[in-house]
């Protein structure tokens, strides 16, 4: 009898689609030996990109601190796959990658979905078409194009304008006018910059834009952009020479498209276990994550969210084959550090993620921020050498459990948490 021969594809136990802060700490703690799970890891670069460092890039390349993901790896049990994730069967569980040309399938038994997020143009007309902004890669409108035509209009008083009144513009309009003063760069907000926090940073971080001659359009919502200028709702026009999006971030659309349970913007619909609600053999961390249900402090986009709701994904993932069950995520970090070219305002955090204390702002500031993006990477590098040793503040720890029967379709509970973004 003739059958139709199936492609061999590999299967793994564990695959984790991105290697950013979440998906690369994830791999790391899910390679531990001692699980003796196969693991791999799918990401589209051969480097790890630092996205908190995209603003630095856009006045000159940031050399990679990891520059080779397969090198990294090299000595722990994950496999590293660089490839680019085009589809995702949930009813077959598996993933249809594409490198060099070619696609194929890889299987897998629980997936940890840490695609991250990118800036969202989906917001106004021709967003995509005509404004940069702070994506990595080779794009057209990513920040290494934004580069190129920042250094062409260096020395001339070219009009630079930032949209979006959170701390992604914020970083981009201060950073911009920081290393070029010449250049008359505006921040246009829909709203009141930096009203994403409390009085007292918005405070700190609008006079350090005002210090560095930042102008600041506030209550402006933009409803077209053209190729010279943007127009806003109340009719005003705003011409400029290059234009920086930076107004809300959305996760790509592979989880959509495959039927999962997602918000708005993309972002997995999971439950307190960062497990989707629709299809619980789905994990979603960081950036491409919407929790619902209270995770401690609210689920803010971090790298250190994303690294420490990693870790939490790969305990449950390996709870989950002993047949245990563990505590649900909780998470709470202790300050937060907003660039504002060569200042930044750094501010402790309560449990609730509100800011206390104090406001520390100015050039000692950025230093301070600097070093907490470096300790970052080094909370990753650090569950390299010893596998299982990351914590974290706010961390509920509980006794593992016998498991609860299969998790099967969840219904939705009520409240949700909320979920904050760069925009
Ligand atoms: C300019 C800027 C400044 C920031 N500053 C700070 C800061 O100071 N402090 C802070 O805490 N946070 C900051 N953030 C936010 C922080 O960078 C994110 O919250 C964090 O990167 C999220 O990590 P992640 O692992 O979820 O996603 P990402 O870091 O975005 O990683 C996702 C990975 O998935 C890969 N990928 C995506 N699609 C595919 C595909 N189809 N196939 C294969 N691979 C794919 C990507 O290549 C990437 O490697 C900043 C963000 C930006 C843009």
Avoid at 85 to 100: F, H, V
Avoid at 330 to 339: D, E, G, L, P, V
Avoid at 414 to 420: E, G, L, R, Y
Wanted: a positive charge.
């Amino acid at each position: 009898m003739l059958t139709t021969p199936i492609a061999p594809f590999e299967t793994y136990d564990v695959v984790v689609l991105g290697a950013g802060y979440a998906g690369l700490m994830a791999s790391l703690r899910l390679g531990r030996r001692r699980l003796g799970l196969r693991v791999a890891l799918i990401n589209a670069e051969e480097q790890f990109v630092e996205r908190v460092r995209l603003q630095e890039a856009m006045v000159a390349p940031v050399t990679p601190r990891i520059a080779s993901l397969s090198n990294y790896l090299a000595r722990t049990p994950v496999k590293f796959i660089k490839a680019r994730a085009r589809s995702l069967d949930l009813l077959q569980r598996r993933i249809i990658i594409e490198a060099t040309g070619s696609t194929r399938e890889i299987g897998f038994t629980q997936l940890i979905y840490a695609l991250g997020s990118r800036v969202d143009t989906s917001t106004a007309p021709s967003a995509s078409q005509y404004a940069y902004r702070l994506d990595p890669g080779e794009g057209l409108h990513a920040t290494a194009a934004l580069r190129a035509a920042l250094h062409q209009l260096a020395g001339r008083p070219a009009r630079v304008l930032a949209v979006g009144g959170g701390p992604l513009s914020i970083e981009a309009a201060g950073e911009v006018k920081s290393t070029w003063p010449e250049m008359d760069v505006t921040l246009l907000s829909a709203t009141r910059a930096g009203d994403f926090t409390s009085d007292k940073v918005q405070a700190v971080l609008r006079r350090d834009l005002a210090r560095l001659g930042v102008a600041l359009v506030d209550n402006e919502r933009v409803s077209e952009i053209t190729a010279s200028e943007v127009v806003t709702a109340n009719g005003r026009h705003f011409a400029y020479d290059v234009c920086i999006w930076a107004a809300g971030m959305r996760a790509p659309s592979i989880a959509r498209e495959a039927g999962l349970t997602v918000d708005a913007q993309g972002r997995v619909v999971v439950d307190t276990d960062l497990r989707s609600v629709s299809h619980p053999c789905i994990l979603a961390v960081g950036d491409s994550a919407h929790p619902r249900g209270a995770t401690g402090a609210p689920f803010r986009h971090s790298a250190l969210t994303a690294a420490v709701s990693g870790v939490y994904a790969a305990e449950q993932v390996a709870a989950k084959i002993a047949e245990k069950t563990i505590s649900p995520f909780t998470f709470s970090t202790f300050a937060q550090a907003i660039a504002v070219g060569r200042f930044a305002a750094l501010f402790p955090l309560d449990a609730n993620d509100h800011p206390i204390l104090f406001v520390l702002g100015g050039r000692a500031a950025r230093r301070l921020r600097d070093i907490l993006v470096w300790l970052v990477l080094h909370f990753i590098t650090f569950e390299r050498l010893l596998p299982g040793i990351q914590s974290w503040p706010g961390r509920k720890r509980g006794a593992s459990h016998p498991a609860r029967a299969e998790i099967g379709n969840r219904p939705a509970r009520k409240s949700s948490a909320d979920v904050d973004d760069r925009g």
